[in-house]
């Protein structure tokens, strides 16, 4: 069975400060895919970032970058210099193999950051 | 490029009753998969439609149905309308029913009295 675990319900953070959404996940499949997505008020999920399960290079793009450890089975989010627009809710999600067909979602992540 | 689409935004029903939610994939995508999102928690897979067959299903009930149409635009039907149905119904497209991320419409909030 696949399984997320965002462990932290809600994070308030004050802007500018670094903020990290923890994630781990758990799959008995060798190709997976991990999935960051930020839901703000409006409802829609934005896709953040894709990761397949054979490439651990973590990865930055602005702000915003991905520690991706298969030993511990995490693919954490960090944020940093946040904003105020960056509050919403993010969330982790897996997807197994090359024909994985539906997303596994953590329970999300609250984020609040305040000016 | 149109992103993807859903209709209603907002619905009010009674217990019992049957609503039917509408989306419509983002061009060139053919596969539609959906999602419920209760209050404060993950979405949770419904079932997917790839070129207008379910191609898989999450633990939801039988009154849970859908279809996809040749334009790839697809429905979730919901019969008999429970309490705990109150959610909102994400609508996800995507190239193939595989590898590519799946792209989210804004949603269809349903409230159930």
């Known amino acids: 069975a696949q399984k997320v675990t965002q462990a932290q319900t809600e994070i308030s953070v004050v802007e500018k400060e670094d903020v990290t959404l923890d994630c781990v996940y758990e799959?008995?499949?060798?190709?997976?895919?991990l999935f960051w997505y930020k839901q703000p008020p409006s409802g829609e999920l934005v896709f953040l970032i894709r990761?397949?399960?054979?490439?651990?290079q973590n990865e930055i793009s602005g702000r915003y970058s991905w520690n991706f450890q298969k030993s511990t089975s995490s693919f954490n989010f960090t944020i940093t210099a946040s904003q105020v627009v960056d509050s919403a809710v993010y969330f982790c999600?897996?997807?197994?193999?090359?024909?994985?067909?539906?997303?596994?979602f953590g329970a999300g992540t609250i984020l609040r950051v305040k000016s | 490029e149109t992103g993807v689409t859903q209709s209603p935004t907002h619905l009010i029903k009674t217990r019992g009753q049957q609503v039917t939610l509408r989306c419509s994939s983002q061009s060139g995508h053919n596969t539609v998969s959906w999602y419920q999102q209760a209050l404060g928690q993950g979405p949770q897979f419904i079932f997917q439609y790839y070129r207008e067959e379910e191609n898989g299903r999450g633990n939801f009930p039988p009154r849970f149905s859908g279809l996809q149409f040749p334009n790839y635009s697809s429905e979730l039907n919901v019969n008999a309308l429970e309490l705990d149905d109150s959610a909102l119904y994400l609508c996800a497209s995507s190239m193939t029913s595989g590898y590519n991320e799946q792209f989210f419409g804004p949603g269809t909030r349903l409230t159930v009295l």
């Open positions: 990761r397949n399960s054979f490439d651990e």
């Open positions: 999600a897996l997807r197994r193999g090359e024909y994985g067909n539906k997303l596994v």
């Open positions: 799959t008995r499949d060798t190709t997976y895919y």
